[in-house]
C-alpha cells in the first residue's frame, strides 16, 4: 500500500472515531498521527486545516506532494 493510501486510511479511521471533528481537523490529526514531522510543517500555514476547512484542499495538494516520498511514522501500523 502507498503512502497516500495509508493516509487516506488512517483520515478514514480518525474520522469514524471522533465523529465530531471536522474533515479539516481528521486530516491534520491523520497527518499528525502518521508523519509527525509532516504535521511540524503545516502548522500555522495556509496548510494548517485544524482551524478551518478552507485550508484543506492546499494542505491536500501538498500532501500529495511530499507524502510519496516519504516514509510513514514507525508507530503507525502499516
Known amino acids: 500500500m502507498d503512502a497516500i493510501s495509508k493516509y487516506l486510511d488512517l483520515v478514514d479511521e480518525v474520522m469514524r472515531r471522533y465523529p465530531d471533528q471536522r474533515e479539516g481537523q481528521a486530516h491534520y490529526n491523520a497527518l ?4 509527525p514531522h509532516l504535521e511540524a510543517q503545516v502548522l ?10 478552507k485550508a484543506l484542499p492546499r ?7 511530499v507524502l ?11
Not at 32 to 35: E, F, I, L
Open 59 to 65: 494542505l491536500l495538494a501538498w500532501i500529495d506532494q
Open 68 to 78: 510519496p516520498h516519504e516514509e510513514q511514522h514507525p508507530d503507525v501500523p502499516a
Open 44 to 53: 500555522g500555514t495556509d496548510r494548517d486545516c485544524y482551524g478551518s476547512d
Open 32 to 35: 499528525r498521527m502518521g508523519w
